[in-house]
């Protein structure tokens, strides 16, 4: 078992030095309407992953038919073409918060692309987790942006203005 465990994490290791880059998770903590304005206000909690394992896309172009096609098998139907595009993540479980819970509501943010979590699998002696991920397009990201103004202004010891 030790022998598997250390073979793991040196995987993991691996796979983020050749493969790594950073993601953002987020997870709704709670969801609430205000019945005056019809808002809802939704908070959120956002996890920095410096070395996620981000594997490649996968890019699928499927069709959707529209239900009067199936319901009545008419001759004349709608539907449209769409891109899906898949990915693979793993997370190692060092780079995430004790006792941190990973759900399907949850979303990665790679880059500036929104992706949802269509499914988990939790690695081998809870080392970790496989993510498989689909892209939302047209969907707001929703993300929580953090900046840092620095400004450098002179400071002068003089006033000036009119009595």
């Known amino acids: 078992m030790n022998n598997s465990l250390g073979f793991v994490k040196r995987l ?5 030095q050749d493969y790594g880059s950073m993601i953002h998770i987020y997870k709704t903590i709670s969801s609430d309407i205000d019945l005056k304005t019809g808002k809802t206000v ?3 909690t956002v996890h920095k992953v410096r070395k996620a394992i981000v ?11 529209d239900l009067s096609f199936i319901a009545a098998n008419k001759n004349f139907t709608y539907g449209g073409f769409y891109d899906v595009n898949t990915r693979l993540v793993i997370l190692d479980r060092i780079d995430l918060p004790k006792n941190y819970a990973l759900a399907i509501e949850d979303y990665v943010i790679i880059g500036t692309k929104r992706y949802d979590v269509k499914q988990f699998e939790v ?3 809870d080392q970790g987790y496989l993510l498989t991920v689909k892209e939302t397009v047209g969907m ?3 993300q929580i942006l953090t900046y840092k103004v620095v400004s450098n202004l002179p400071v002068v010891q003089q006033a000036q203005g009119v009595i």
């Open 12 to 16: 993991l290791y691996q796979l983020k």
């Open 42 to 44: 939704v908070n959120r």
């Open 55 to 65: 594997l490649p896309s996968i890019l699928a172009r499927k069709f959707s038919y």
């Open 123 to 125: 690695l081998e002696h």
């Open 140 to 142: 707001k990201a929703h």
